[in-house]
């Protein structure tokens, strides 16, 4: 059995109710709950999601991941008062998310105002299979005399995104004396969410349902002797649809159905199950280090943790949101986080499922087009943040200035166009990996010319010299600029990709070829200074620096915008996130170690890391050069993000792509795993920190293992591979070892190794 870790909520703190929400929920990449505890309090956010399940409440509103009716809450009544963490003592307390089975545990000893000691036990699993289950079970014990428990719990309707309502209810019915159901549609009768409950009491109770005011609740109302436990099994049911191919009356029984058989299990086994499906995730996809840092194992866990938790694996229709299904920040939109910081993960793992989040785009083409005729562009222009259609989705304003009661138009989907080109990088880079003809022929050319169009038609003649204007980089806190060096190259790597996979899969076509190698000989790359470092844009060398030091050390919190204006901001040398440094972290071919290290030194003190998708690329480029420990340093910070102390910085979801970047922090960081020209490169060095590393990796049809300890590497692989290591090219059968000594001191092109043999 794995060692795996378990992730902790050190105490009950009011302040810190919804970071512990957001970072130990539980999830399937169906659905997400957030880890509220049973009993309410005013300022905890209950969430739960289905991916995919976007809707618009009203005027002026955007579509948004829909917070369906809480079935997470319950009313606990002891001795007639209401179970509260805020009054009484607290005796004893652990709160524990459990990786190895998705288990999240909460055991508390309480002694309330009135001196009576309780334990109250609860745990919960939303299974990873069945994906739309969710079990779980309230154990009570009083612990100096008898006591009166009321327990009151169900579907509870009357949940909203900050008071926007998306669902109507539709119709609530009780079943058989343990079942609920609600039936709801959402306010645009495009889709139909079934939840059914059933609920089972360890004892005889008196007990009854209503159904009032949006919640349909069972009431059990017992004595409960001293030392003896009452536990109430909760099995729930989330079905949601948007085809209407059966009657939701059809739908709704089926629903029923499926949970009734649950219900012949029971908890414990409903637990297995999903805990094999649990397993198989962790043997498969693990990263293990031996670190001095406890923290480093955890992290790596809640990363492979969350990356299983948030991505729609079943279903090509919809991709990550932001935020994952874990609350409501960026409203559940997708950005360029998914292809760039999550799509990296699921390539090297579970190949599958990158293809089906390419396929999310590939079916939101028609959206990409519209948005580029609209804008008078050929091609593809893919929208900043997509829900469900592949619409642009980006809000037109962002906060209200209260004081002026002007708002702040967001300049994203007007002209953070980048993300076209970096979803074309991601499709190439899954050829790159998997070498999946079928889907390059079906969809992959089709996304690159689609896209390569648009850049085509984007361009713009200045005496003739083809260049990108009026465009947001990655870094958000320059806007409207021309020739930013991350979008020209992007761009650039997008059209040479299609005309080299049109002419691979013959769907070569004579005037975009013409119009490609025009585009490909005139468009201007931004140029590499005497000591190697790229302006981000034409305008940025000729802005003003500043001292950022006081705003780099809150990092995150976006503090320079309480000094200056965004406008201000814009006219000086300011880095919201990683830029260039994301330009050479993608395009390692095209940049020598030199050129990385000097845009690192030159755009590391002019960036803020106000953003979380921006510290672990540094971290990534930093260990390219050799700056092993500068790299872990950036490393630990981007695993701080969301399990730091801030008790604030998760409160509306975990930050997804800065998941994604633990993952790749280690395996593209310090393992060295990039793709150099189609080919899969090596160069791990460990921190001083750790003593060995072990991570899987998938690559073509090669499953392959690395193990990474006393500076030499054993590659274990079910298939032949070539893999370029430390700068040599080796073919790998079975398992064979690798000195690190052995290559720096190899002059030749054969590489030495040591120790190899079969597996
Ligand atoms: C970042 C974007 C990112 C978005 C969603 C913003 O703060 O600047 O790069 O896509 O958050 O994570």
Same mark, same amino acid.
């Given at each position: 059995m794995l060692n795996l870790s378990v992730l902790t909520d050190p105490g009950f703190c009011p302040h810190s109710l919804n970071k512990y929400a957001s970072i130990m929920a539980c999830g399937n990449g169906y659905m997400g709950i957030r880890a509220t505890h049973e009993e309410d309090y005013t300022r905890q956010t209950r969430g739960m999601y289905l991916a995919g399940l976007y809707h618009r409440a009203g005027r002026n509103e955007t579509n948004e991941l829909v917070n369906l009716? +809480? @079935? $997470?809450g319950f009313d606990i009544e002891l001795d007639g008062k209401n179970f509260s963490?805020?009054?009484?003592? /607290?005796l004893s307390w652990q709160r524990e998310l459990a990786f190895a089975n998705g288990e999240l545990r909460r055991s508390v000893v309480w002694r309330s105002p009135e001196g009576k000691d309780y334990r109250l036990e609860s745990r919960r699993f939303v299974a990873l299979d069945p994906l739309p289950l969710v079990a779980m079970q309230l154990a009570i014990t009083p612990l100096d005399a008898s006591a009166q428990v009321g327990l009151k719990t169900g579907i509870d309707a009357t949940q909203t995104n900050s008071g926007r309502q998306h669902l109507d209810e539709m119709s609530v019915r009780v079943f058989d004396q343990h079942y609920m159901q609600g039936i709801y549609e959402t306010q645009d009768h495009a889709s139909d969410v079934v939840i059914s409950a059933f609920c089972r009491l360890s004892t005889e109770s008196d007990s009854c349902f209503t159904a009032k005011n949006r919640r349909v609740q069972v009431h059990h109302a017992l004595t409960v002797s001293r030392g003896e436990t009452v536990t109430l099994e909760k099995l729930v049911w989330v079905a949601h649809r948007? %085809?209407?191919?059966?009657?939701v009356e059809t739908f709704a029984r089926h629903a029923l159905a499926e949970l009734k058989a649950c219900a012949t299990s029971g908890y414990a086994s409903l637990l297995a199950r999903s805990a094999c499906a649990w397993e198989k995730v962790w043997r498969d996809c693990r990263v293990e280090v031996a670190s001095t840092e406890h923290q480093d194992q955890m992290a790596l866990d809640y990363a492979v943790w969350h990356l299983t938790a948030m991505t729609?694996?079943? +279903?090509?229709r919809c991709s990550i949101a932001a935020k994952g299904l874990t609350g409501e920040g960026y409203k559940g939109h997708v950005f360029w986080d998914t292809e760039i910081f999550l799509l990296p993960f699921h390539l090297f793992n579970r190949p599958q499922t990158a293809r089906s989040l390419l396929r999310y785009r590939w079916l939101n083409l028609p959206g990409a087009r519209a948005k580029a005729r609209r804008n008078g562009w050929p091609g593809a222009l893919f929208p900043w943040e997509s829900a469900?259609?592949? =619409?642009? =989705?980006?809000? !037109? #304003? *962002? *906060? $209200?200035? /209260?004081?002026?009661g002007v708002r702040q138009k967001v300049a994203s989907a007007l002209a953070e166009h980048h993300i076209v080109a970096d979803i074309a990088w991601a499709v190439v880079a899954y050829w790159q990996a998997t070498q999946d003809d079928a889907f390059m022929r079906n969809e992959g050319v089709t996304l690159l010319m689609e896209t390569a169009s648009f850049w085509m038609g984007r361009a713009t003649d200045v005496k003739g010299r083809l260049e990108i204007h009026d465009v947001i980089g990655? +870094?958000?806190?320059? !806007?409207? @600029?021309?020739?930013?060096a991350y979008t020209n190259y992007l761009a650039w790597h997008n059209v040479a990709s299609a005309c080299r996979f049109m002419s691979m899969f013959n769907r070569e076509d004579v005037r975009f070829t013409e119009k490609a190698t025009d585009f490909l000989t005139r468009l201007w790359l931004p140029e590499a200074n005497a000591d190697g470092v790229i302006p981000q844009d034409d305008t940025f060398m000729a802005k003003p620096a500043i001292d950022l030091s006081r705003y780099k050390a809150q *990092? &995150?919190?976006?503090?320079i915008l309480l000094d200056y204006s965004r406008a201000e901001v814009n006219e000086?040398? $300011?880095?919201k996130q990683a830029d260039v440094v994301m330009l050479n972290y993608l395009l390692p071919?095209?940049?020598?170690s030199q050129q990385c290290a000097a845009n690192l030194a030159f755009y590391e003190s002019r960036? /803020?890391?106000?953003?979380?998708?921006s510290k672990t690329i540094h971290g990534i480029v930093t260990a390219r050069c050799g700056d092993t420990e500068g790299a872990y340093a950036f490393w630990r910070d981007g695993v701080a993000i %969301?399990?730091? %102390?801030?008790?604030?910085?998760?409160? %509306? &979801? $975990?930050?997804a792509a800065a998941t994604g970047a633990i993952w790749s922090g280690v @395996?593209? &960081? #310090? *393992? &060295? @795993?990039q793709i150099v020209d189609g080919e899969l490169h090596l160069a791990p060095k460990l921190p001083a920190h750790w003593q060995k590393l072990i991570f899987p990796l998938r690559w073509r049809n090669a499953n392959m293992r690395f193990t990474v300890e006393n500076e030499a590497l054993t590659v274990e692989t079910s298939a032949p591979v070539t893999l370029t290591l430390w700068g040599k090219n080796l073919s790998v059968t079975g398992a064979q070892a690798f000195a690190y000594k052995n290559f720096m001191t190899s002059v030749t092109g054969t590489a030495t190794t040591e120790g190899s043999h079969d597996a």
């Amino acid at each position: 059995m794995l060692n795996l870790s378990v992730l902790t909520d050190p105490g009950f703190c009011p302040h810190s109710l919804n970071k512990y929400a957001s970072i130990m929920a539980c999830g399937n990449g169906y659905m997400g709950i957030r880890a509220t505890h049973e009993e309410d309090y005013t300022r905890q956010t209950r969430g739960m999601y289905l991916a995919g399940l976007y809707h618009r409440a009203g005027r002026n509103e955007t579509n948004e991941l829909v917070n369906l009716p +809480d @079935v $997470i809450g319950f009313d606990i009544e002891l001795d007639g008062k209401n179970f509260s963490l805020l009054s009484g003592e /607290i005796l004893s307390w652990q709160r524990e998310l459990a990786f190895a089975n998705g288990e999240l545990r909460r055991s508390v000893v309480w002694r309330s105002p009135e001196g009576k000691d309780y334990r109250l036990e609860s745990r919960r699993f939303v299974a990873l299979d069945p994906l739309p289950l969710v079990a779980m079970q309230l154990a009570i014990t009083p612990l100096d005399a008898s006591a009166q428990v009321g327990l009151k719990t169900g579907i509870d309707a009357t949940q909203t995104n900050s008071g926007r309502q998306h669902l109507d209810e539709m119709s609530v019915r009780v079943f058989d004396q343990h079942y609920m159901q609600g039936i709801y549609e959402t306010q645009d009768h495009a889709s139909d969410v079934v939840i059914s409950a059933f609920c089972r009491l360890s004892t005889e109770s008196d007990s009854c349902f209503t159904a009032k005011n949006r919640r349909v609740q069972v009431h059990h109302a017992l004595t409960v002797s001293r030392g003896e436990t009452v536990t109430l099994e909760k099995l729930v049911w989330v079905a949601h649809r948007s %085809d209407r191919a059966l009657s939701v009356e059809t739908f709704a029984r089926h629903a029923l159905a499926e949970l009734k058989a649950c219900a012949t299990s029971g908890y414990a086994s409903l637990l297995a199950r999903s805990a094999c499906a649990w397993e198989k995730v962790w043997r498969d996809c693990r990263v293990e280090v031996a670190s001095t840092e406890h923290q480093d194992q955890m992290a790596l866990d809640y990363a492979v943790w969350h990356l299983t938790a948030m991505t729609p694996s079943h +279903d090509e229709r919809c991709s990550i949101a932001a935020k994952g299904l874990t609350g409501e920040g960026y409203k559940g939109h997708v950005f360029w986080d998914t292809e760039i910081f999550l799509l990296p993960f699921h390539l090297f793992n579970r190949p599958q499922t990158a293809r089906s989040l390419l396929r999310y785009r590939w079916l939101n083409l028609p959206g990409a087009r519209a948005k580029a005729r609209r804008n008078g562009w050929p091609g593809a222009l893919f929208p900043w943040e997509s829900a469900a259609s592949g =619409e642009e =989705e980006t809000p !037109e #304003f *962002a *906060a $209200i200035n /209260i004081r002026t009661g002007v708002r702040q138009k967001v300049a994203s989907a007007l002209a953070e166009h980048h993300i076209v080109a970096d979803i074309a990088w991601a499709v190439v880079a899954y050829w790159q990996a998997t070498q999946d003809d079928a889907f390059m022929r079906n969809e992959g050319v089709t996304l690159l010319m689609e896209t390569a169009s648009f850049w085509m038609g984007r361009a713009t003649d200045v005496k003739g010299r083809l260049e990108i204007h009026d465009v947001i980089g990655p +870094d958000e806190y320059t !806007e409207h @600029v021309n020739n930013n060096a991350y979008t020209n190259y992007l761009a650039w790597h997008n059209v040479a990709s299609a005309c080299r996979f049109m002419s691979m899969f013959n769907r070569e076509d004579v005037r975009f070829t013409e119009k490609a190698t025009d585009f490909l000989t005139r468009l201007w790359l931004p140029e590499a200074n005497a000591d190697g470092v790229i302006p981000q844009d034409d305008t940025f060398m000729a802005k003003p620096a500043i001292d950022l030091s006081r705003y780099k050390a809150q *990092a &995150g919190k976006q503090t320079i915008l309480l000094d200056y204006s965004r406008a201000e901001v814009n006219e000086m040398q $300011i880095l919201k996130q990683a830029d260039v440094v994301m330009l050479n972290y993608l395009l390692p071919e095209r940049f020598t170690s030199q050129q990385c290290a000097a845009n690192l030194a030159f755009y590391e003190s002019r960036t /803020i890391h106000d953003s979380s998708l921006s510290k672990t690329i540094h971290g990534i480029v930093t260990a390219r050069c050799g700056d092993t420990e500068g790299a872990y340093a950036f490393w630990r910070d981007g695993v701080a993000i %969301d399990l730091g %102390d801030d008790p604030h910085s998760s409160d %509306d &979801g $975990i930050h997804a792509a800065a998941t994604g970047a633990i993952w790749s922090g280690v @395996v593209q &960081g #310090f *393992a &060295g @795993v990039q793709i150099v020209d189609g080919e899969l490169h090596l160069a791990p060095k460990l921190p001083a920190h750790w003593q060995k590393l072990i991570f899987p990796l998938r690559w073509r049809n090669a499953n392959m293992r690395f193990t990474v300890e006393n500076e030499a590497l054993t590659v274990e692989t079910s298939a032949p591979v070539t893999l370029t290591l430390w700068g040599k090219n080796l073919s790998v059968t079975g398992a064979q070892a690798f000195a690190y000594k052995n290559f720096m001191t190899s002059v030749t092109g054969t590489a030495t190794t040591e120790g190899s043999h079969d597996a």
